[in-house]
């Protein structure tokens, strides 16, 4: 079960992920943030207890020059007696990324930026504008029809490569299947003069404005943490959006999708603008990530499937994403491989469309 | 991972297809027809380069005397070389389908009908009326009263063995749990004068019309072109419906299903009159059809299980749906018999009776 | 494929389990309890042609000292020329469980008590409360607002180690995230004077009596009987009130699940005091289950799984579903060792947290 050497040295495009943290982390911080929870809860034991956890101990301490399987009290002190920049940089290297695509709209402060990051990776980053930040930052200072303009000046002149929507944590995927029009839009803009988000017209609107901007649109779609409720985020609910979306030609990207991966194959397949990837679902499933990967890559065109990390804060969640990505697509190719569904070529082929190639075609990086 | 000899020697009842296209088709139109997209997009590259692709050119391609995987452009240029009908025959024959239950109530004047089908299958044909088509076919021509008699006595004295709803693509699987009054449709049909049948009082009503009449009823379940919602194509949307017609003791029969297949194999075995198939997916899955397929298989009794090939257009997918539904049978018995499940005996029983005497027993072949 | 010997020595607590008939089954009767069926279908022939029928004949037979794969009416015939007694004894012995959580609310006039049945098995029991059923019970010699204070003295003086909500079959899961006040529940109270309670806000009410009583809080959620729409089980339309509750710190425990298995994996991550299993599904899916499982176990973390086999009425059910959950947990033992994913420790450590300590934990034992 090692990886293929083609796929071990494929050079990884990350089209979505996010600052590594500044600063070291005690275990209860280390720990939540290895999962979606808010915090170990001491009904339930060790966050190291689950397929994460197992991983960091396996893959990732030998990279800090401990045993495999070392304890997570070995881990994290020697991990501690490292100098973070130090630590994000062996992980950042050893992931193999060589561009970054940054949603830098999480927790802004306790991150290294998209530049930052580049260079502790030692490669190239652009930036991803969270749509329903731009518009927090924006409201306060404006009028409603003036935030209409000022939104759509912003987007037109972004020097991001894409942009995301949180709907699924403020409104869930249901969009409707047509434009808000604007004076509706100014009607739900003076009725939200400041604070988070929540109005589903201007959320609607802000992904037709990526659109109109000609910014490929990611969605966060699925598992996440607990501010969202699973049931509104199946990619489905996204149809009327996307069929009347289509026309327009510009990409659409659902992340995540687990455990409706297979719902967003559907839609990538049927939908000639929707891609989908398997993001946090793979660093999150550990050693049983290749199984849930093969079954994303049911139905998808293989010009339709990414790569992404969805790391966060931890350095450690991009080696594992990009590492069990590897051992996942190794899998899949050896698996069909071995069964002579396809050849080399075909194999290497669709090996580089996943780890950068439909990547650097949806983005035209 | 051969086909266990009887698997691979089994007549089958494909109880759910389509005809083929009468003409040789290009590249665009031959890939458009692999997949459930409308087109081919150039954001997103070849079908070819999928699971179906890749098990045209792998199993496809030994028939029309090329190697395994031959490229596509051989492929079709081989294929386009032979008379479109030889091509048809040496799949429908290799297919090893004995009886063909054909829905030909989608696009019927570019595609062979049943009777041609089976001719060059070399097996017999059966109607199944398509239950909006039957509709919207004689709604013109008729008032509101007499439509509702005259489906009925359409349906009474059909030739058809079963009849297909296709509410999945018009009004989702939500249908209500009690039957509709005869005043009430008449009142539906007189709001519908012509045209795409949409209306849900006439939609359900057809369904109960078709199980008076006797007829088994198949519903298109899940994956499907990107008219439907996928979430309003979730079988158990389906329950109050199933609850109320239990007791008619005419058999419901749930297509596809994918990704909700578990979800289908639940209802099959709660409910007496109810059966499901992997349809579609199979062939749409390609080497990946056996894991779905056990999976198919988890809670459903044996006896509840049918084949289906979904196959349209392309006679290359009845071959597929027949071939990869083998393998993937062959697979599940093999691993029953080899973790010692059950014996040789129950295995060729459980191939039986998914192969074709399920079948024969729900439409009295 | 054999059981890792320390997974087969494993003393198990059963967190969900009911009685066992008194009396012998004729074929039917027999037949119709090894699935969710109401009775078999003479349309889709024996339920011994089902996963868990083919469990019966494989592993339950030689414990009644016939060969394995002994016939279903060979078992039959053997299995009721012994005393059912004795039956239920050689089972309930042979499947390890040495504590067993009874929810005894359902049809407890055919089935052995929790105490004969902890006599028989050689182990301890505990009773469960069935919310509805206490419910149900009180309602007809009170007024409302007597009812509301009886249900709850009741609660806080229970001897039942914890609570079970059957909303899933009366109102599905999609509980308000607000607390019913206690005139709001009055009035519900008024409205329902006797019989089968369906009201949405007696029900809910319950569901937070019951944590304040401080007694975890199951729900029956996914797969069941044909009373349940499957769709309205889906556990993450539990998320409002999971949160709302979750301050209370009272565990509330997601039985069965399936096919959501992965949504209660995502709710166990993310909320502290929620857990789940597989109950019901284990012995339903026979030689399949091991994959079911590991798919239970992708995202959850292992302090947060527990065994149950939702046994009922007939005891081969609980040595089935205790059996099949070893081999299902050393399947994924032995995988995670065989690719190094954790170590032997880990192993043992994963493996006594699921079989017994969560729930030692969770109910206080």
Known sequence: MGILPFVAELGLIDHHCHG??????????FESLLLEA???????????????????RRWCAPLLDLPRH????????????????EVSRTFLMASGIHTFLVDGGF???????????????????????????????????????EFVDLVRSR??????????????????LGLPGVRPADAEVERAVAAWSSGRLEDPVVITWLAWEALDAGLPLQFHV????????????????????????????????LLHNYPFHRQAGYL????????????????????QASRVFAEALEIVPYGKFLFSSDAFALPEL???????????????????????????DDAHRIARLIASENASRVYKL
């Open 20 to 29: 590594v943290l500044r600063t070291d982390s005690a275990r209860p911080e």
């Open 38 to 56: 808010d915090a170990v809860s001491p009904l339930g034991g060790s966050f190291f207890d689950s397929a994460v956890g197992f991983a960091v």
């Open 70 to 85: 070392a304890s997570a009290d070995e881990y994290l002190e020697r991990r501690n007696s490292l100098h973070i920049a």
């Open 107 to 145: 927790q802004p402060d306790r991150l290294l930026s998209a530049a930052e990051l580049a260079g502790l990776g030692g490669g190239v980053a652009h930036e991803i504008v969270r749509l329903e930040v731009l518009a927090e930052t924006l409201r306060p200072s404006v009028s409603p029809s």
């Open 155 to 172: 987007l037109a002149s972004s020097s991001a490569v894409g942009a995301k929507s949180v709907a699924a944590y403020r409104i869930g």
């Open 222 to 253: 699925g598992y996440g943490d607990s501010d969202l409720d699973l049931h509104q985020c199946d990619p489905s609910l996204l149809t009327p959006f996307l069929r009347a979306t289509a026309a327009l030609g510009v990409p659409v990207l």
């Open 268 to 287: 990538a397949q049927v939908f000639p603008h929707v891609f989908c990837d398997l993001g946090l679902a793979t660093h999150g499933l550990g050693h």
């Open 318 to 344: 991009y080696y594992l994403g990009a590492m069990l990505f590897r051992r996942a697509l190794s899998d899949f190719l050896a698996d069909g491989l071995r069964s002579d569904a396809f050849v080399e």
